[in-house]
């Protein structure tokens, strides 16, 4: 069990890491043809155009490069390039809408290159150690894991559940009062980003799905940010689960550095 999941989570990151990789080949290509065009045709002005754009690309594709080969690295070797750390996280966040028209041009589904960029942010996260204390670690759930007809308005205060057991909100309660850490319930970004400025973690263990983990992740950088996709039993948005295990693992990954 445990190497098919190791196989589907290589897999995964080797999805997005493909798209990003081939991102930089047509981005080569495009300097390539810029210097063809620059020895053969056009005038002073021109070439002079030609040139700061070839230079600007050269050097963009220079950083990214650097930061990818870290992110490929470390994803490896599983070892931290201290230093590179602001790098990576760039050149991850600048390819990665290269990476989604790219699959949208190979008919690969968003939701496979999301999947594959939460699992390479979580790979990167765990080449790190942390050792934050309880109460800076922050659980944002999202209010689809409520059971939908609980009259219980949990995304105001988690202490309103009833711990009647119906859905996953109880157990996460649990947990979260066991380890001492902050849990909410959001009904989307914006309340997420409240939760964020309110709480101010030093790391934030976010369940969600494919798009709004994604956006969460992108949107908190350089917050380290553990995301773990909510089962959907029942389709999107509705009566969903949490692999309870997965977001103890990961609480006690920040709390004592421990390998998930
Ligand atoms: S466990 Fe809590 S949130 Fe879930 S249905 Fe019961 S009372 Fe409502």
Same mark, same amino acid.
């Given at each position: 069990?445990?190497?098919?999941? =190791?196989?589907?989570? /290589? ?9 990003? $990789? ?15 065009? *620059? ?18 690309? $050269? ?19 599983? /070892?931290?390039? *201290?230093?590179? @750390? ?8 600048? #390819? ?13 589904? /968003?939701?496979?290159?999301? &999947?594959?960029?939460? @699992? ?5 996260? +765990?080449?790190?150690? *942390?050792?934050? &204390? ?11 894991? +409520? ?5 219980? /308005? ?10 009647? =057991? ?13 380890? =001492? ?12 980003? !409240? ?19 994604? @956006?969460?992740? #992108? ?18 948005? !509705? ?9 103890? @693992? ?5 709390? *004592? =550095?421990?390998? #998930?």
């Amino acid at each position: 069990m445990l190497n098919r999941n =190791g196989a589907i989570a /290589k897999n995964k990151k080797r999805v997005f890491i493909g798209l990003l $990789s081939v991102s930089i080949l047509l981005i080569l290509g495009m300097i390539f043809a810029g210097i063809l065009i *620059y020895y053969n045709r056009f005038g002073n002005l021109y070439r002079f155009i030609l040139l700061t754009i070839i230079a600007l690309l $050269s050097i963009f594709i220079l950083i990214v490069s650097i930061g990818l080969a870290g992110v490929v690295m470390t994803l490896w070797h599983v /070892k931290t390039f *201290y230093g590179l @750390e602001g790098l990576m996280n760039t050149s991850l966040n600048l #390819l990665f809408p290269f990476a989604l028209v790219l699959g949208k041009a190979l008919h690969i589904p /968003k939701d496979i290159i999301k &999947s594959s960029y939460i @699992e390479v942010n979580n790979k990167l996260l +765990q080449s790190r150690s *942390y050792n934050i &204390s309880p109460e800076k670690i922050l659980i944002l759930a999202p209010h689809c894991l +409520q059971r939908w007809d609980c009259p219980y /308005k949990v995304t105001a205060d988690v202490s309103n559940c009833r711990h009647c =057991g119906r859905c996953d909100i109880d157990q996460l309660w649990r947990v979260s009062k066991d380890y =001492g850490v902050n849990l909410a319930v959001v009904t989307g970004g914006t309340l997420a980003r !409240k939760m964020v400025v309110d709480y101010k973690p030093e790391a934030i263990i976010a369940i969600a799905c494919e798009r709004d983990l994604t @956006e969460g992740i #992108l949107d908190t950088n350089p917050l380290p940010v553990m995301g773990v996709l909510n089962i959907r039993p029942e389709g999107p948005c !509705k009566n969903t689960k949490v692999d309870l295990a997965r977001v103890t @693992e990961a609480i006690e990954f920040f709390l *004592y =550095g421990k390998e #998930l």
